[in-house]
Each structure stands twice: as C-alpha cells, then as structure tokens.
C-alpha cells in the first residue's frame, strides 16, 4: 500500500495550500482517509478525516479554515487549507484506515493507522 503526499511549501500567514495525497494498492472506496499533522517534539494529532460515505470532520482550531475531499475515481484525498497561522506549521501526513477504527481512534484521541504516507511539510511564516 502506497501513500504519496505532496503540495506542501513555504507560505504566508492568511495564504493556502492544497495538499494532495495519491494512494494505491487498496480500494480505496472502502476506507475512510485523514490528514495528521506533526510539530516537531509534539505527537501527531488528527486534522481532518472523510469517510467512505463521504462524511467529513475537522478538529476546532481548523474548521472554518481547512477542508478535506475525496475523489475515489483517482484514488486520492486533498486538505484545502486556507486562512494558514504559524501554528499550523508541521509535517503534514495522510492515512488510511477502515470507518470504524477511524472513529474509535479519532474519539479517543490515538493517532494510529494501519496506512501512512511519508508526509508534507507546511512552514507559514512571513
């Protein structure tokens, strides 16, 4: 299983990007996919996850800001991040994992997925 994430880069404050993630050799329909991200010293915390019935959520201190899409014809999963603050400064990771254990992860605040990609970085400053 592959998992390829790009678009990150160096961006304003109040700037976008839109990170794509390309994934192969599991049909893809069939699972839910996240965006995670990692400060340096920090642990990963989930952002955004869309599901397999396309239902979406993102954590708080995005919402409003950063969105997630789906496209499963081409296998492939997108963060539209607008609105960019420095704090939202990491390396940004996409993963894939069934519904079920998603939502039990997510709820319970552990960051664990069968499925991972190498990861994009994000720096926002000015």
């Known amino acids: 299983v592959q998992l390829v994430e790009s678009g990150g880069g160096l961006v304003q404050p109040g700037g976008s990007l839109r990170l794509s993630c390309a994934v192969s050799?599991?049909?893809?329909?069939?699972?839910?996919m996240a965006w995670a991200r990692q400060v340096p010293g920090k642990g990963l915390e989930w952002v955004c996850q869309a599901y397999s019935d396309d239902s979406t959520l993102c954590r708080d201190s995005v919402k409003g800001r950063f969105s997630i899409s789906r496209d499963n014809a081409r296998s492939m999963v997108f963060l539209q991040m607008n609105s960019l603050e420095p704090e939202d400064t990491a390396s940004y990771h996409c993963?894939?994992?069934?519904?079920?254990?998603?939502?039990?992860?997510?709820?319970?605040?552990?960051?664990?997925?069968?499925?991972w990609g190498q990861g994009t970085q994000v720096t926002v400053s000015s």
């Open positions: 050799e599991i049909t893809f329909s069939d699972y839910a």
């Open positions: 993963a894939a994992d069934t519904d079920t254990n998603l939502i039990l992860n997510v709820a319970t605040g552990s960051v664990e997925a069968p499925y």
